[in-house]
């Protein structure tokens, strides 16, 4: 198993990422082509921007003998206290992705560490993410790490 390196992203990687966006398009259009088209979520120009805005927002790169075979999206979230809600400041994971070529050998592992160890940096309280329950591997993957849903999100389709 190669040694997996985790550190920021830089403005070169985004060829890499966007090979890996591409993946995740991919496999949320094949799971729900109701909801998703086969399309990068993230232009260049838009990852450029977001990396002007860490440590807020940061991302974070896996890399596997020089290549990067992972990635992950943050950002940090200040909830404000309001009505029945406490305040509170989340770390919210918007986007995790692993080559689906090298899954198995701890770059996902790894780069949920690093989540982790940036969200105890920022003092968030909790990480958080969103998981379609379609994309089971991904569900299971999360429940090992200690993840459990918080809320659910339902849905009727009505055509």
Known sequence: MPEIIIRPAKKEDYPGIRALLLQIAG???????DLFLPQVKLSQEDFLERLETAPQNPIVVALAEGEIVGHLFAEVKHLEEHACKTGRCVFYIDDLCVNEACRGQGAGRRLMEEAEALARLHQCETLELNVYQCNESA???YERLGFAPQRLTLEKRIS
Request: hydrophobic content about 40%; charged content about 30%; cysteine-free.
């Open 27 to 33: 496999l949320h259009h094949k799971l729900r082509p």
């Open 139 to 141: 569900v299971r993957f």
